[in-house]
Structure formats: C-alpha cells, structure tokens
C-alpha cells in the first residue's frame, strides 16, 4: 500500500509538471498581459464616472484571480521539483535494483535482459510524455527533421550512460554503484580536455583528487564491490561526459533553448529509446527463451512486470524534476543538490537491501561524494574568472 501511495503521489507530482504549474485562473475580463493593446487603450480612456458597478466587480474578480495566481510562487515550484527530484531518484534505485534482481542473473553473473529492461523503462517515459502532447495537456515540441538529426547523438550517448548504469546497479549493490558513479566529474574532466580542448584551472583538477582517492578507497576494502559494477558505472560516466561534449554544440541554438527544460528531457527521453532498440536486438533478443525459462522457475514474472514499469515511472519522474529543478538553481547550487541527493541514495540503498559496509568503504564513499562537490564549487568558480578574463 505504501509503494501505490508513493507512486500516486509522483504521478499526481508529475502532472503538475506537466502542467508546469502555469495554468491560468479563469476570469470574464482578460488579464492585463492579455489584453490587446486596443483594449488596454480603451479601459484607461474611459472616464472614471461612465463605468458601470459591472465593471467594478469585474475588476474586483481579475484582482482576487490574480491573488489566486500568485498562491504558487518559485519557491514552492522548487520545494516540489527537490521533492520529487530526491524521492523519484530513491525509489527508481530500489524497484530498479528489484526488477534486476527479479530478471536473475546469467551464468558470467550478470544481471539478466539489462538493455531491454533499459529499454523498457525508457519506454514509459515515452508513454508518459507523449499523451500529454497528444491531448494539448502540455505543448509538444515544434522540431524539424534536421533538429531531430541533430540532437540524435545526445540521445545515444543518453541511452549508453542509461543503459551502463542499469548494469552496474544490477550487478553489485546499489550504494557501491552509486559510489563510482560519483566520479563523473573526473570523466567530465578529462573528455573536455581530450575533446574540446576545454582546460580548467589546476585548482579544479585538484578536486578531483578526492573523488578519485574516495572511489578507490571505499573499492578497496568494500564487501560489496563488483568489477562489473565498477567497469558498468565508469562506463555510464564516460557516456555521460560524451554526451554532455555533444550536447554542447546543440542546445545553445535558439530552436533548442525554445523547447523548455520539460521537453528538453522528453525529446532526449524518445531518442534514447530509439538507441537502446537495437543494442536490445543485438545483445539480449537471443537470450530471451532461456531468461523467460530462468524468470518462470523462480517465480519472478510478476516482479519482473510490475518492477520494470515502476522503474520506469519513477526513471522519467525524477529526470524531468532535475531538468526542472535545475532550469530555477544556479548550476552549484544544483550541484549541492545532486551531491546531497546521492549520500541519500546510498543511506537508502543500505537500508532497504541490508547492504553491509565497512568503515573504510564508508569513509571512502563520503570523500568521493565530498569531492564531487569540491569540484562543482571550483569549476564555478574559476571558470567564472576565466570567462571574465577573456
């Protein structure tokens, strides 16, 4: 009963993004911003003495609609964002790392049909956003076909970092993988370097010390440690870096900041989708007798049904809160955010599966996780001085 409260909860959460919490109070006189200005001219024109008690009330009613109005501010816009952003993020761990273990695991020990679970959590997002298109609940993306080329690369890298990150969370415990995942930035780091030729202040590569040092410490003595999960999650952060280089040349166009951080993640959302297909195809459609075989004498179908879709609610949930999230916070204190989001997912992930941890892996996680934060503060920062310098 908890878990369908907390997904009615996301999903009425989700609507209201959807919404984007802009819907408009009705009212019989057109709203100052709305009028014409033909109309605006010819209120103000009239004398104060020609205007009828109709006309008064009807003035009374836009002030009390536009009170009404005013009743959701930012800031409480940002609180429900965080909310979802932190609780979708938790819960899409724990029914993902479910759903993993539901599938089983093949005889090399890793985690069962991990591209198509991917797939298919990717494909409830589709499911999700595209309704809202379809009934004007939200308005669809206006993107030419050469828009869509172009924003095809950030999808398939999107799908990569998705796809790794299922593997790594599914092959070793959930706070292990989220521990290497903490070192993005380090791949960040070195892709701008390799690629762009993007080189930071030797302050910001300091920080990075402390993730790298953490990530190997907490791996060093962890009990849940996996090379699988290891290599998987560097692999996610090596595609996330990748597709954050290619969506740099794509999303300072006009026609990509006009989209709006709801559909930003939704068109990214449907092409990384149309990615994983064939790696699904590829990878997992030759196993799929012998992992229905496996799911049926465990006794997991339903798990695997009910998992899958449930991670896949919460997967789409949580992105677009983030997108949302970070469209009102400026990109450190995002990073906060996504620093303190990560220790809360760990803490989480112990608890709920019992995940044994030593103090040294303990140690280790929270100087990784302290790092990444380091990192965001000294990139704002000096890459603040060095725009201005140029």
């Known amino acids: 009963m908890s878990r369908f409260f907390v997904l009615c909860f996301l999903a009425l959460c989700s609507l209201a993004t959807a919404f984007s919490l802009k819907q408009r109070i009705s009212s019989p006189l057109l709203s100052r911003a709305q009028q014409t200005p033909a109309s605006a001219a010819l209120q103000h024109s009239q004398p104060t003495f020609l205007k009828t008690a109709e006309d008064a009330v009807n003035v009374e009613v836009t002030t009390v609609a536009q009170e009404k109005k005013g ?8 609180v429900a964002y965080l909310a979802v952003w932190y609780l979708g993020n938790i819960y899409y761990n724990i029914y993902n790392k479910k759903a993993c273990i539901a599938l089983g695991k093949n005889s090399h020990g890793h985690s069962n049909a991990h591209w198509a679970l991917s797939a298919v959590q990717l494909l409830v997002g589709v499911l999700f956003v595209v309704p809202c298109w379809l009934t004007g609940i ?13 924003l095809a690369p950030v999808g398939l890298f999107a799908s990569l970092a998705h796809a790794f990150s299922v593997l790594a969370l599914g092959a070793g415990a959930v706070s292990f993988g989220q521990i290497v995942k903490a070192g993005e930035p380090v791949f960040a780091a070195a ?24 990530v190997g410490l907490a791996s ?39 989209l709006g951080a709801q559909n930003t993640y939704a068109v990214i959302n449907i092409l990384a989708l149309l990615a994983t297909i064939p790696l699904v195809a590829f990878f997992d459609f030759k196993d799929f007798p012998a992992v229905l075989k496996q799911v049926k004498e ?9 998992y899958s879709l449930f991670s896949g609610l919460t997967f789409y949930v949580y992105n677009e809160a983030s997108f949302l999230a970070l469209d009102k916070l400026s990109p450190v204190t995002h990073s906060v955010a996504n620093t303190l ?30 790092g990444t934060l380091l990192y965001s503060l000294a990139k704002k920062q000096y890459s603040k001085k060095g725009s201005g310098g140029h």
Not at 220 to 236: D, N, P, R, Y
Not at 343 to 370: D, E, Q
Request: net charge positive; proline share 3%.
């Open 341 to 370: 989001k990560r220790v809360v997912i760990i803490v989480a992930s112990c608890i709920v599966f019992k995940t044994p941890m030593t103090l040294l892996g303990g140690i280790g996680s929270g100087i990784a996780v302290l």
């Open 138 to 150: 939200r308005k669809s993306p206006s993107l030419t076909l050469d828009n869509w080329k172009q």
């Open 298 to 306: 465990m006794g997991t179908g339903a798990d695997v049904i009910k």
């Open 220 to 258: 060093l003595k962890e009990l849940s440690f996996s090379w699988t999960a290891l290599i998987a999650a560097s692999l996610a952060n090596q595609a996330a870096a990748l597709k954050n280089v290619v969506s740099k040349g794509v999303m300072g166009n006009a026609w990509a900041k006009s």
């Open 191 to 214: 892709t701008n370097a390799l690629l762009l030729r993007d080189i930071d202040h030797p302050v910001v590569y300091l920080a990075l010390l402390p993730i790298i040092g953490g």
């Open 71 to 78: 009743f959701i501010t930012e800031e409480v816009k940002l």
